[in-house]
């Protein structure tokens, strides 16, 4: 079975600049989620989505993150613009009942 | 709100035994979820409890006592591939469903 993929694995941009991150969850999961972790952090869920409508973005920037999933499948976490504190890891995961979150890669951003 | 606590850092001997405790305060508990994290790469999921009591699996097992708010991992017969960071994680039942929460983590370094 294949796992979570995640694009870019590494991304580096100066501050005010803009990025883009790409998941696809495994084939069948309903509940996607982005987390942001930074060094010596726990992850911090940013935002969670149900098939293609989101149940929590509470903890998310939205003057400066976004994110969609539209066919309620692979999702897209966008910033813009970036600053230096958003430097971290952003892991995306997925799952299909609530007892397991399985996580993809992650991308490694670091804001100069 | 939520607040996890564990500690920072740990060294153990390989071959020995060592435990990680988790504590933590939440308005709507629904379970606790161990995860491993090497360094670099994506959290991979250990343990689940949801009841009080022992869950064992291999050379790990996890406790939970929910009157106290508390949890452990212990980890047996301790393997040099065993350094990691070990994420408690407590799942708050809100209106919409469950939100994940991490706690910062524990670094546990295994020594010849």
Known sequence: EAGVAQSPRYKIIE???SVAFWCNPISGHATLYWYQQILGQGPKLLIQFQNNGVVDDSQLPKDRFSAERLKGVDSTLKIQPAKLEDSAVYL??????????FFGPGTRLTVL | GQNIDQPTEMTATEGAIVQINCTYQTSGFNGL????????????FLSYNVLDGLEEKGR?????????????????????????????AV????????????????ILRVKS
């Open chain 1, 15 to 17: 501050k005010r600049q």
């Open chain 2, 60 to 88: 790990f097992s996890s406790f939970l006592s929910r009157s106290k708010g508390y949890s452990y991992l212990l980890l047996k017969e301790l393997q040099m591939k065993d350094s990691a960071s070990y994420l408690c």
């Open chain 2, 33 to 44: 979820f161990w995860y491993q994290q090497h360094a670099g790469e994506a959290p991979t």
């Open chain 1, 92 to 101: 995306c995961a997925s799952g299909t009942s609530e007892n397991e979150q």
């Open chain 2, 91 to 106: 799942r708050d039942f809100m209106e919409y469903g469950n939100k994940l929460v991490f706690g910062a983590g524990t």
